[in-house]
C-alpha cells in the first residue's frame, strides 16, 4: 500500500481511529468465496476493543493522521444504500437462488502503471473500487516512509487539486522524530540488521456510493506494521482497518479526493505459531503484492 481522518468506510462517518488510526494504501483476476454465516469478523466475532496501543500501530497510523490532516475541511458524500456490494467474500448466484461454483469475477486487471502504482482503471463501480484497494497498498506501504517516494504515491493516487497540501502536511508528520520512535532512523532508513515492514493487503471491496464522476469506496484491510530481525524491540504485527476512499474522475482515471479509516472489522486470532523475526524478513523480501481487480 501503506494517511484522522483518511478514512473510515461508509457509513462509519463517525469515530475515525483518531491517533490509532493504520493508515494506508498491489494483478490476477479475484476469486469469490462465500464465508459462512458468523463469520469471525462480523460484529458477533469481533474481539473486544483493545485499552492501549503498541508504539509499532504508531507507524502505520501516520498516513490516517496525514489525512486527517489534509483533508478536514473537505466535506463527505452520502452513502447509497441501493449500490450493490461487491466483495471477495460473496459467490455469483445462479438464476434458482443457488450459488455457483466459486469462479474468477469482474474485469481484467489493469495494465497501466503510474510509479509502479495501477492506473488506467474502468470508468465504473469495478474500476472504482480496483483504483481504491491498489491506492490503499501503495498508501500503507514502506515507501510513505522515504520523501521522495512518498511524493510520487501521494501524486499517483491523488486528485491533483489536493496533492500539493497534502505533501505539506505528510512531510510534517513523517518528522524526524516520529521516524525515530517507530524505530526508523531520522532520515527515514532502517537500521542495520533490521527490515522495515509496512504492507496492507486489502480483504473486500464495497461501493457505497457512485454518480459518474464520483465515488465512494470501502476497502476492508488487514495490515502488517514493525521491524523485523534480531534484537527488534518493535517487532510485526498485524492490524485490521477499513479504509473510506472519496474518488473522482480526473485526468481519464479514478483519484482519491479524500479519505478516511476507522478499526476493524477484526477477526479472531487464530493459533498460529508466531515466526521468527528471519521468517518474517524472508517473506517480506520474498513475496511481492497484487494489482487489484473486480
Not at 128 to 140: D, I, P, T
Not at 145 to 166: K, M, Y
Request: with cysteine; charged share 20%.
Amino acid at each position: 500500500m501503506s494517511y484522522d481522518d483518511e478514512q473510515g468506510y461508509g457509513s462509519r462517518d463517525s469515530g475515525g481511529r483518531g491517533d490509532d488510526a493504520y493508515s494506508t494504501m498491489g494483478g490476477t483476476r479475484q476469486t469469490r468465496t462465500r464465508l459462512p454465516e458468523g463469520y469471525p469478523g462480523t460484529p458477533h466475532g469481533r474481539r473486544p476493543a483493545r485499552n492501549s496501543r503498541s508504539l509499532v500501530m504508531a507507524a502505520g497510523v501516520v498516513v490516517l493522521l496525514i489525512a486527517a490532516i489534509a483533508f478536514a475541511n473537505l466535506g463527505g458524500g452520502d452513502s447509497d444504500d441501493s449500490a450493490a456490494p461487491s466483495t471477495p467474500g460473496t459467490s455469483r448466484s445462479d438464476s434458482t437462488g443457488g450459488t455457483a461454483p466459486t469462479a474468477p469475477t469482474g474485469t481484467q486487471p489493469v495494465t497501466g502503471k503510474t510509479d509502479g502504482i495501477a492506473s488506467g482503471f474502468a470508468h465504473d463501480q469495478q474500476g472504482a473500487q480496483s483504483a481504491a484497494a491498489n491506492y490503499a497498498v501503495a498508501l500503507g506501504s514502506a515507501g510513505m516512509f522515504d520523501a521522495q517516494t512518498r511524493h510520487s504515491i501521494l501524486q499517483a493516487t491523488h486528485n491533483p487539486a489536493v496533492v500539493d497540501g497534502l505533501q505539506t502536511d505528510t512531510d510534517t508528520a513523517y518528522s524526524p522524530a516520529f521516524l525515530k520512535a517507530v524505530g526508523l532512523n531520522e532520515d527515514g532508513s532502517t537500521p542495520e540488521g533490521l527490515s522495515f515492514v509496512s504492507r496492507t493487503v486489502p480483504v473486500g471491496t464495497k461501493t457505497t456510493a457512485f454518480a459518474g464522476e464520483s465515488a465512494t469506496v470501502e476497502v476492508w484491510c488487514t495490515g502488517l506494521v514493525g521491524l523485523a530481525g534480531q534484537g527488534s524491540t518493535k517487532p510485526v504485527t498485524e492490524t485490521w482497518f477499513t479504509i473510506t476512499e472519496k474518488l473522482v474522475w480526473v485526468e481519464d482515471d479514478w483519484k482519491i479526493n479524500s479519505s478516511s479509516q476507522v478499526e476493524g472489522p477484526t477477526p479472531v486470532s487464530g493459533d498460529n505459531r508466531a515466526s521468527t523475526a528471519d521468517e518474517i524478513s524472508g517473506a517480506v523480501e520474498g513475496y511481492g503484492g497484487f494489482t487489484y481487480a473486480r
